[in-house]
């Protein structure tokens, strides 16, 4: 069974950082899509990075939201089947709840096209990013 597990998450102010990390476990499929989406209060869910990876390492293709690009960083731990988001010079506007999502890379696609949540099959119960101002 996959799980998606994130943790990390907290409160901090304008401009500090911080980094939310994402377990995925009980998934053996070589090839895959991580990404980070969150979603604020009364908002639709929106993307934030996406990474392409191969267990045993390789893989690395990375995707970043404009509204987040500079600032923040998606990178995997294969040997722990982590996936980080080191967020920088966080704005109030970047406080949601961020979610972790997975699914099987497929030939002849990227991992780049996918930027809805629904485009992959897992995702976990998210952890809460508070910025105050």
């Known amino acids: 069974q996959v799980q998606v597990v994130e943790s990390g998450g907290g409160s901090v102010q304008a401009g500090g950082s911080l980094r939310v990390s994402c377990v995925v476990s009980?998934?053996?499929?070589?090839?895959?899509?991580l990404a980070w989406f969150r979603q604020g209060p009364g908002k639709e869910h929106e993307d934030v990075a996406n990474i392409y990876t191969v267990g045993g390492g390789g893989g690395g293709s990375t995707y970043y939201a404009d509204s987040v690009k500079g600032r923040f960083t998606i990178a995997q731990d294969n040997a722990e089947n982590t996936v980080y988001l080191q967020m920088h010079s966080l704005k109030p506007e970047d406080a949601a709840m961020y979610y972790c999502?997975?699914?099987?890379?497929?030939?002849?696609?990227?991992?780049?096209?996918?930027?809805?949540?629904?485009?992959?099959?897992?995702r976990g119960q998210g952890t809460q990013v508070t910025v105050s101002s």
């Open positions: 999502a997975a699914d099987s890379f497929v030939w002849g696609g990227s991992c780049t096209s996918r930027r809805r949540i629904s485009d992959f099959r897992y």
């Open positions: 009980g998934y053996t499929v070589m090839r895959k899509c």
